[in-house]
T-cell receptor, first 117, second 113 residues
Framework: AQTVTQSQPEMSVQEAETVTLSCTYD???????LFWYKQPPSRQMILVIR????KQQNATENRFSVNFQKAAKSFSLKISDSQLGDAAMYFC??????????????WGAGTKLIIKP | EAQVTQNPRYLITVTGKKLTVTCSQN?????MSWYRQDPGLGLRQIYY???????DKGDVPEGYKVSRKEKRNFPLILESPSPNQTSLYFC????????????FGNGTRLTVT
């Protein structure tokens, strides 16, 4: 069974600096999808960025980018120019491309990101 | 506005008193799901539904019931809540495709005393 590990329960960064949140996963599959979700104090779950495993190019969304290392099964999230509004829990999630998986998401435990003003 | 509406936002109840958390989506999504979120455990799936009248157990279904009588609604029922069901609950929906992102409700904070 697939698993997702976020080894950093908490991270802190100075405002305007860059921070990287780590995520590793375990799978024997070659085709899958990876997601990062953000959960601010409002509790809302917000999709930050997603990456298809067959795409070699790392996904980017404004200040958010990923470092996808398929062989290493690593999917880290880099936040550049950190802002106070980036303070949140960040969850990494894996989805198999197999139809018999019903495309369920497998979640990491989350990393709490603190932004220091 | 496309959204998943979940109610109530907060709920405090006592052990054994049946409750229902409602979930409705206006995006015509076939897939809907319930999760619970607990510190250090991330999100764990309770039940999901691939379409009307089609539901299946997730990772932690014990103590919960669901129904999917119509496409837009997917209520979560706790027939006899217990303190270990104190948690943050999320409803979510998506299209049935591999690359479809989940759309979440705003969560229900449930406390069972």
């Amino acid at each position: 069974a697939q698993t997702v590990t976020q080894s950093q329960p908490e991270m802190s960064v100075q405002e305007a600096e860059t921070v990287t949140l780590s995520c590793t996963y375990d799978t024997s599959e070659s085709d899958y999808y990876l997601f990062w979700y953000k959960q601010p104090p409002s509790r809302q779950m917000i999709l930050v960025i997603r990456q298809e495993a067959y795409k070699q190019q790392n996904a980017t969304e404004n200040r958010f980018s990923v470092n996808f290392q398929k062989a290493a099964k690593s999917f880290s999230l880099k936040i550049s120019d950190s802002q106070l509004g980036d303070a949140a829990m960040y969850f990494c999630a894996y989805r198999s491309a197999r139809k018999d998986s019903n495309y369920q998401l497998i979640w990491g435990a989350g990393t709490k990101l603190i932004i220091k003003p | 506005e496309a959204q998943v509406t979940q109610n109530p936002r907060y709920l405090i109840t006592v052990t054994g008193k049946k409750l229902t958390v409602t979930c409705s989506q206006n995006m015509n999504h076939e897939y809907m799901s319930w999760y619970r979120q607990d510190p250090g455990l991330g999100l764990r799936q309770i039940y999901y539904s691939m379409n009307v009248e089609v539901t299946d157990k997730g990772d932690v279904p014990e103590g919960y019931k669901v129904s999917r009588k119509e496409k837009r609604n997917f209520p979560l029922i706790l027939e006899s809540p217990s303190p270990n069901q104190t948690s943050l609950y999320f409803c979510a929906s998506r299209q049935p495709f591999y690359n479809s992102p989940l759309h979440f409700g705003n969560g229900t904070r449930l406390t069972v005393t």
